[in-house]
């Protein structure tokens, strides 16, 4: 599998990104068996969307592709590390590798900085810049319990 080919494809989508106006320099691609299933561009402005970023945005096009919520097999290539959000997803859509083109400290210098997310991860939930506190966990532990002894439902 030739990895430069799509890289440089998902190089391209964020030059053509940045070309047309339609959101951050950011592009990617996603691959199963040596084809283009998903591909995305930043698009978290003309979407008025905040989670709208490539990878996310080629996630849920591969996932359409291919009719499923799993991305087994699959490897995702991006312009850019991703952020932690666009990590988390690749996580929850089982892509095992991905390669990226600049890191995280090049997205930084043109204004692009994740370093607050990751390091709020990592604190307490109650120590956060974001509040968390819990309410109703009684209440709400009924629906979970309902998953629990579903019979038909699809885990994931």
């Known amino acids: 599998m030739k ?10 989508l ?12 950011f592009g990617c691609v996603v691959v199963k068996a040596g084809k283009i299933v998903g591909k995305g561009t930043n698009q978290v402005t ?6 709208a970023h490539a990878e996310i945005v ?10 499923t919520f799993t991305l087994n ?12 959000m666009c990590l988390s997803a690749m996580y929850w859509s089982r892509i095992k590798t991905f390669y990226y083109g600049n890191t995280r400290q090049d997205a930084a210098d043109i204004g692009f900085d994740d370093a607050l997310i990751y390091k709020e991860i990592s604190r307490p939930i109650t120590k956060r810049k974001i509040v968390g506190k819990s309410l109703l966990q009684k ?3 009924i629906a979970f ?3 629990r002894t579903k019979a038909d439902r699809v885990n994931y």
């Not at 990895?3 to 391209?12: C, D, N, Q, V």
């Not at 097999?73 to 932690?84: A, D, F, I, K």
């Open 3 to 12: 990895h430069s080919k799509f890289m440089k494809e998902a190089i391209l």
């Open 14 to 25: 964020s030059n053509k990104s940045v070309l047309h106006t339609q959101g951050g320099p």
């Open 46 to 51: 003309p979407m008025l969307d905040p989670t």
């Open 58 to 67: 080629a996630i849920r096009d591969a996932c359409n592709n291919l009719k």
């Open 73 to 84: 097999g699959c490897t995702l290539y991006t312009s850019c590390e991703p952020c932690p």
């Open 139 to 141: 209440e709400a532990t």
């Open 145 to 147: 319990e309902n998953w």
